[in-house]
């Protein structure tokens, strides 16, 4: 096992990796940016090192991560998600230095980060997969033939990256023309890349992913699914593990799907087989992410087994400590992603100042969080400042144990997405399990937000009251 980790990364995923880490023994290195000096996750390791310049660079420069890694004699470096976590050029560094990178190997990271190239191995191992191109579309002209082949509606996908940057919905050549520039641009802005690809559009459909785990001794096993459906503009806000409509034969033909495929290209590591179901309830591949997902928390909760310690037993050679038959999946459990953003203004960003924090608690209840009272919340970084994880017996107890938690939940000082979790929580279409990719979008024009007043600006508004009483 290894004696001394370093995690590539910052916030909530660093101090998670911590906390698996203090679990097996295991000695912590956090690196952090000249913005980052007051995070949790600097205090909860036991070494700390600043990079300094650019405050989204320092956690991007890999040549003075592993420096930094091997001045400190860590064995093995834990990325976390997104910054480095799937850049092959990455893990090729760390091992070529001497210091395990844990993920999957350099060949499964380029074949991943590539969803034309994913797409096409799946097919070829008998994955159904969406028609669609099978390369990448330079031109227009050509998306407009292959749109024609295909059918409108049409989706415009970028072939690099993810969190729904450079993906466009189109229904017709009209729509095409204009999303595909759109679509190339921001694939471009985010990725460095612009290679965007055609594919069918399916309609209404749920995003269900597969959690996989493989040590390199051939052993495979997957932990069933999570329903990642409530999405706001292509991206997940709120994950529930598992769904609430799979029935016990999909959920199981699926997962064999994604072990079997896995064995054969001998793939190790975490990793989270993407698909869209659609109404007749079809699967279709989208993507692999070969790294730890945000909401892998919800899979720990509804399994008991703690991904990131396998995670890490598996970069040092060691086997799985659990079989496919000792898996069980009990209960129902949700995560929200808290962030700080202002709802009644289009889910702005809004960085600033936690004035007052109180996390809630009790039975099913977890907290992945860095925030506290007079912490900065830095301008330069993902908006989420929390991920509450809520565990039920049933989908049920689930809702309920959730609103309880949402109504304990108190961060002050900035505007936060937990008045939309309310809102989302009474709807009686969520409620009842009817929802896909798009139900957000479309309720959100039916929720009503009141913004709540700031408590300091209350508490000095009644102090100028009080005085004014008193003819002071």
């Given at each position: 096992?290894?004696?001394?980790?370093?995690?590539?990364?910052?916030?909530?995923?660093?101090?998670?990796?911590?906390?698996?880490?203090?679990?097996?023994?295991?000695?912590?290195?956090?690196?952090?940016?000249?913005?980052?000096?007051?995070?949790?996750?600097?205090?909860?390791?036991?070494?700390?090192?600043?990079?300094?310049?650019?405050?989204?660079?320092?956690?991007?420069?890999?040549?003075?991560?592993?420096?930094?890694?091997?001045?400190?004699?860590?064995?093995?470096?834990?990325?976390?998600?997104?910054?480095?976590?799937?850049?092959?050029?990455?893990?090729?560094?760390?091992?070529?230095?001497?210091?395990?990178?844990?993920?999957?190997?350099?060949?499964?990271?380029?074949?991943?980060?590539?969803?034309?190239?994913?797409?096409?191995?799946?097919?070829?191992?008998?994955?159904?997969?969406?028609?669609?191109?099978?390369?990448?579309?330079?031109?227009?002209?050509?998306?407009?033939?292959?749109?024609?082949?295909?059918?409108?509606?049409?989706?415009?996908?970028?072939?690099?990256?993810?969190?729904?940057?450079?993906?466009?919905?189109?229904?017709?050549?009209?729509?095409?023309?204009?999303?595909?520039k759109t679509a190339v641009a921001e694939a471009e802005a985010a990725?460095?890349?612009?290679?965007?690809?055609?594919?069918?559009?399916?309609?209404?459909?749920?995003?269900?992913?597969?959690?996989?785990?493989?040590?390199?001794?051939?052993?495979?096993?997957?932990?069933?699914?999570?329903?990642?459906?409530?999405?706001?503009?292509?991206?997940?806000?709120?994950?529930?593990?598992?769904?609430?409509?799979?029935?016990?034969?999909?959920?199981?033909?699926?997962?064999?799907?994604?072990?079997?495929?896995?064995?054969?290209?001998?793939?190790?590591?975490?990793?989270?087989?993407?698909?869209?179901?659609?109404?007749?309830?079809?699967?279709?591949?989208?993507?692999?992410?070969?790294?730890?997902?945000?909401?892998?928390?919800?899979?720990?909760?509804?399994?008991?087994?703690?991904?990131?310690?396998?995670?890490?037993?598996?970069?040092?050679?060691?086997?799985?400590?659990?079989?496919?038959?000792?898996?069980?999946?009990?209960?129902?459990?949700?995560?929200?992603?808290?962030?700080?953003?202002?709802?009644?203004?289009?889910?702005?960003?809004?960085?600033?100042?936690?004035?007052?924090?109180?996390?809630?608690?009790?039975?099913?209840?977890?907290?992945?969080?860095?925030?506290?009272?007079?912490?900065?919340?830095?301008?330069?970084?993902?908006?989420?400042?929390?991920?509450?994880?809520?565990?039920?017996?049933?989908?049920?107890?689930?809702?309920?144990?959730?609103?309880?938690?949402?109504?304990?939940?108190?961060?002050?000082?900035?505007?936060?997405?937990?008045?939309?979790?309310?809102?989302?929580?009474?709807?009686?279409?969520?409620?009842?399990?009817?929802?896909?990719?798009?139900?957000?979008?479309?309720?959100?024009?039916?929720?009503?937000?009141?913004?709540?007043?700031?408590?300091?600006?209350?508490?000095?508004?009644?102090?100028?009251?009080?005085?004014?009483?008193?003819?002071?």
């Amino acid at each position: 096992m290894f004696k001394k980790i370093l995690i590539a990364n910052r916030s909530e995923v660093a101090t998670r990796v911590i906390r698996a880490c203090k679990e097996l023994g295991i000695k912590t290195v956090a690196i952090y940016s000249e913005a980052d000096v007051n995070s949790l996750h600097v205090k909860k390791a036991d070494e700390a090192y600043m990079i300094h310049g650019d405050p989204v660079k320092a956690y991007l420069n890999y040549y003075k991560i592993v420096d930094i890694a091997r001045r400190a004699g860590v064995d093995a470096i834990h990325p976390g998600y997104g910054f480095l976590s799937e850049r092959p050029d990455f893990a090729e560094y760390c091992r070529k230095k001497g210091v395990e990178f844990i993920g999957p190997s350099v060949e499964h990271l380029k074949m991943f980060g590539s969803k034309l190239k994913a797409k096409k191995v799946m097919k070829e191992l008998g994955v159904p997969v969406a028609e669609g191109s099978d390369r990448a579309v330079s031109d227009i002209e050509e998306a407009k033939e292959l749109a024609k082949k295909i059918g409108y509606p049409v989706m415009i996908k970028a072939s690099h990256g993810g969190g729904g940057r450079g993906l466009r919905v189109a229904r017709n050549e009209k729509e095409l023309v204009s999303q595909f520039k759109t679509a190339v641009a921001e694939a471009e802005a985010a990725f460095g890349k612009g290679e965007v690809f055609i594919e069918k559009y399916i309609e209404e459909p749920r995003h269900i992913e597969i959690q996989i785990i493989a040590d390199k001794n051939g052993n495979v096993v997957h932990l069933g699914e999570r329903d990642c459906s409530m999405q706001r503009r292509h991206q997940k806000v709120l994950e529930i593990a598992p769904s609430p409509v799979l029935t016990k034969r999909q959920r199981e033909k699926l997962g064999q799907i994604c072990v079997r495929v896995a064995r054969e290209i001998g793939y190790y590591g975490v990793g989270t087989w993407e698909f869209l179901m659609d109404k007749y309830g079809k699967f279709y591949f989208m993507e692999v992410n070969p790294r730890l997902q945000v909401e892998h928390t919800i899979t720990e909760a509804v399994t008991g087994i703690d991904i990131v310690q396998e995670q890490i037993r598996i970069a040092a050679g060691m086997n799985l400590s659990f079989s496919q038959k000792s898996v069980n999946i009990y209960g129902f459990a949700m995560q929200f992603r808290i962030n700080a953003e202002d709802v009644t203004r289009d889910f702005v960003p809004s960085p600033g100042t936690v004035t007052a924090y109180y996390s809630p608690g009790g039975i099913g209840v977890r907290i992945d969080g860095v925030v506290y009272k007079g912490y900065k919340i830095p301008p330069y970084y993902d908006s989420m400042i929390a991920k509450l994880i809520v565990w039920g017996r049933n989908w049920d107890e689930v809702i309920r144990r959730s609103r309880r938690a949402l109504d304990e939940f108190v961060i002050r000082g900035v505007p936060t997405t937990i008045p939309f979790f309310k809102k989302i929580l009474n709807d009686p279409e969520f409620i009842h399990g009817k929802f896909d990719t798009s139900f957000i979008d479309r309720k959100i024009k039916e929720f009503t937000f009141i913004k709540e007043p700031d408590p300091e600006i209350l508490a000095l508004a009644l102090s100028a009251a009080i005085a004014a009483h008193h003819g002071l």
